[in-house]
């Protein structure tokens, strides 16, 4: 047994910060600092110059408190290489291969190989072999060990240390020897020598349960590595930010071994890690017959492995390693990584503008949830809240690489949802799945993600790819980015500190680390030294030396990517494009909607392929063929056969104006096969499996119009159903809602929701109304009646459009089709023009009439008969002015085919611009003629002029806009006031028929046109 003196080994160590400079003075910078007691990158830090050795110094003090402490030169551009000896009380040791551990960050190995003879020349490895086991004979070391080397790509190799232990590496060695390392040491602990036990006999290629001595020093044949073996660690740090430790639950983790891939964690899905854990929570171990199949084996693996919690792992960094061509060519060493570190060299990253569209909507899907859940557990609490807490948007902020994202997202269904940026407009499905995430639909692909709230940002995994975006934080505030403790401060207090430059030294899981500032400015201590941290904690403030030198992030000026078009073969079948129409115009009605002005195109889209579907004869058939696709194997051939052939002849005369969907014939069949069964189990089962066909062909018993208005009228019930209950006020409406769905507040808080968004509800219901104008509006349905009849009872002001056109159409049922109406009034004009005279009791009753004729008017405007012109004109005139009193209507023909009215008026006594009081009287006074084109205006001055209540109107109609063009000087001329040559009359006394005059009227005349459409 070897014996090491007190005083030498002492000499060796360096006891102070003074004395350890001093040492790398002498050695030469970069030096390592390094705690004999530490392990596993603790204890151990790199220093360049003199100036951070002080504080490098005790930081490693720090973390291994009491720890002897070297001083090292730096070997630059090594390898670390392991040998793994395994020895037994009988003075035999041997070597079972090498490990190559040179990728490491913080100097603690993150990927390990097995054999390291890829990497190290065969007889340069074999001397490494020969020394470590020289040395395990020398100090009489029994069990299984690890001797560490540092090896230079000029061949040479120098000691590092011995591990007296198995480290977690094993496995790899393992692996390549076909050996059980932990079985090993306990055998070797029963008194066993090397050459009794079976998997040393099996490698050195021996009989496995013989017991003769093995020649360990000159064997023949020599034990040979089995493949090749890559192993990488799972720690919970963010490689982002220089392999930072984290902490905090587990919320999943899956991983999916296979043949020659597997792996061990010590945390499951409802586990977690604390702030004084160790960081490496997982091992992943890959087997191949080469390098690179073990390389692609694990790389597979890592893709796979998903693990959703508190803290950022190093999975995607992983992958990134292992695809390098760095790695994939071997050309590396133990500070390939850290180089990569420093260069900010970042794991690869979904697509930015995926990154922004799923972080967008995971912000705004757990803001929509949390409304509806805090809104919902009020009202259980007996409370009435405003329906804005219901708010259907949020608008969303990310900022990615200094470039601010600003969205607005917004429910269109319940897993529908748009966004909008920059006036761009992206709509998109997305499912909440039982594990949290959401699997979203975009552009045809599919994508799983999920969002981690940060203090200071959000973290977006899409498909095991991970991006940031920031928060706009203040930099005067300096936070804690992860738990730990709060060691000292590097800055004293009131004192300045540069940007990015350290101001703290915090402990986290067991590693010191440092926090830094943004800007430059006076530090002031918050927290005290031995504070415990948490993530987001107030640790510093600073006063920032300018603080228009902070950067803003830039806004996002682009849009939203563009849906791409689809092919002819791609886009939906028109029973689809119904269903589709149909689901959104009732997620319409239950309150979802975009915002404006894209909700009113969209509506009006997707309204009309509402109505063309509902218009369309091939929408039964399609229907039907879907049902029967679904239901083929489960109801009897000849019943298929049947309802098939009656498709087959609605198919074949599809476009005649006698085809009939062969709803009755369908139901016919079915009812007859259902009677010709005798077992009452046969019969429920063919209803049962029927029951699809039969639902659709009741839809259809009264035509496909029948199915539009009982369609329409169901959409129109569900608007009524939730105004009617709020007529009495919202908070009345409330609590009737509470009674009537027996305290189910989900319930309760959807139908506050509808009404809430009442605007686009009300536009879906007018547009459903006028909808059915033009089909029903003559000879109306009993159904439709009572449901307009209901929408029309409605007296809350917000649902005065609805009832306006409930009640218009109810009114227009009592009158005769336009058409009969428009073939009543032309008999009328034409025999009111048939004399020789005008027989003006028959237009008489064209004004007086007590049904609407302004629609039909202007079309007689342009009526082949020129008399019917002048009359309909005249009748337009007179019927709109019955509450004034018209004292002149003059005609005159702009050219042979247009026709012109000129017409006078009073204002009645109550008209609010009427400021003179005119009473009649046994003396009427004279109305001026309105002039015509032909009159020579001088004749004008010698009239006396008009009252100042009179008003002048003009109306003429033109077939089209440059036709109007034309006259338009000369309509304007009719409306110059005449040159005065004369006094203004005296006006008459107050015993005439004209009151005193206070002031004259302003000038108030009528200009109206009609064009040819």
Known sequence: MAHIPDQLYSEGCVSDARHGMEVAERIGYPVMIKASAGGGGKGIRKARNSEEFPSLFYQVQAEVPGSPVFVMKLAKNARHIEVQIIADEYGNAISLFGRDCSVQRRHQKIIEEAPATSVVDQGVFHEMELAAIRLAKMVGYVSAGTVEYLYHDNGQFHFLELNPRLQVEHPCTEMVANVNLPALQLQVGMGLPLYCIKDIRLLYKKEPFATTSIDFDNPSPAPSPHGHVIACRITAENPDEGFRPGSGTVQELNFRSSKNVWGYFSVTATGGLHEFADSQFGHCFSWGETRDIARRNMVLALKELSIRGDFRTTVEYLITLLETDRFHSNNIDTSWLDQLIAEKVKAERPDPMLGVICGALCIAEVAFRKRFADYQALLERGQIMNAEMLSNKVDVDLISD?????????????????????NSLLQLEAHKMT?????????????????????DGYRVVIGGKTCVFEKENDPRVLRSNSPGKLLQYLVEDGCHVDANKPYAEIEVMKMVTTLSTKESGILHHVKRPGAILHPGMLVARIDLDDPSHVRQAEKFLGPLPSAPKLSESQKAKVHQRFQQAEMTLQHVMAGFAMPEPFFSVSLDETLSSFLSGLTDPALPLMEMQDVMSAISSRIPTSV?????????????????????????????????????????SEHDQFFMNTNPVMQLVQKYRHGIRGRMRSTIITLLNEYHRVEEIFQGGYDKGVSLLRSHHNGDMAKVAADIFAHYYISGRNSLAVKLIDALKTEESYNMKEDLKVTLSQLASLSYHKNSKVALAARQMLISAHEPPYELRYNQVESMFLSAISGLSFEADRLEQLIKSGTSIFDILPSFFYHKNKLVRVAALEVYVRRSYTAYDVTCVQHEMLDENTTLVQWQFLL???????????????????????YSLSEDLVSLSKQISAPPCQ????????????????????????????????PPATPPSSNGDLSSIEEEDADDNVFSVSFFN
């Open 951 to 982: 008003r002048t109107g003009v109306m003429a109609a033109f077939n089209s806009f440059q036709h109007f063009k034309e006259y338009f000087s000369q309509l304007m001329d009719l409306f110059v006031p005449p040159p005065s040559t004369t």
């Open 435 to 455: 594990d949290a995430s959401l699997l979203l639909s975009l552009h045809g692909s599919s994508y799983t993600t999920y969002l981690k709230g940060e203090p």
């Open 640 to 680: 298929e056969n049947e309802i098939q052939t009656c498709l087959g002849r609605y198919a074949n005369n599809l476009t005649s104006v006698f085809c009939q969907f062969p709803s009755q014939q369908i139901s016919n069949i079915i009812n007859r096969h259902a009677v010709s069964l005798k077992k009452r």
């Open 402 to 422: 200094s470039i601010k994202y600003s969205l607005e997202v917004s429910r269109v269904h319940p897993t529908v949802y748009a966004l909008v940026m920059n």
């Open 908 to 930: 009645p006594t109550s008209h609010p611009n009427r400021k003179v009081a005119y009473h009649r009287g046994s003396i009427s006074l004279p109305i001026p003629k309105v």
